[in-house]
C-alpha cells in the first residue's frame, strides 16, 4: 500500500521558518523523482520545488527561490522542504508527490503565515 505522509506544517509569523517532512513506503522510493506543490485557496496547485530521484539537482518555483530548500535522505524513505523567510502569500497547504510512470500523492499539510 503506497503512502506519503506530510508532517510540520502549522501557524508561523512572516519571516519564521518550518521544515515539512513527507515519509514514503510501499514503492521503491529512491526510483521517484519528488516533488513539493502547494494549492492556496481558490488557486490552483502549484508546483513549488522538485529533486531528482538520487538527489541533486534541484529545481523551485521563482516565488521561492532563495528561501526554500527541497533534500531527501533516500536510507529514511523521507523527502524535506525547509521553508525560511516565511511571507503571507505561502500560506497553502502542501503536497509531497512522488513522480515517475505513476504520480502518488499524499493528503497535504497546512501552512499558514500569518501575525
Known amino acids: 500500500q503506497v503512502q506519503l505522509v506530510e508532517s510540520g506544517g502549522g501557524l508561523v509569523q512572516p519571516g519564521g521558518s518550518l521544515r515539512l517532512s513527507c515519509v514514503a513506503s510501499?514503492?521503491?522510493?529512491?526510483?521517484?523523482?519528488m516533488n513539493w506543490y502547494r494549492q492556496a485557496p481558490g488557486k490552483e496547485r502549484e508546483l513549488v520545488a522538485a529533486?531528482?530521484?538520487?538527489?541533486?539537482?534541484?529545481n523551485y518555483a521563482d516565488s521561492v527561490k532563495g528561501r526554500f530548500t527541497i533534500s531527501r535522505d533516500n536510507a529514511k524513505n523521507t523527502l524535506y522542504l525547509q521553508m525560511n523567510s516565511l511571507k503571507p502569500e505561502d500560506t497553502a497547504v502542501y503536497y509531497c508527490?512522488?513522480?515517475?510512470?505513476?504520480?502518488?500523492w499524499g493528503q497535504g499539510t497546512q501552512v499558514t503565515v500569518s501575525s
Open positions: 510501499g514503492f521503491i522510493f529512491s526510483s521517484y523523482a
Open positions: 529533486i531528482r530521484s538520487a538527489g541533486g539537482p534541484t
Open positions: 508527490n512522488a513522480q515517475r510512470v505513476v504520480d502518488f
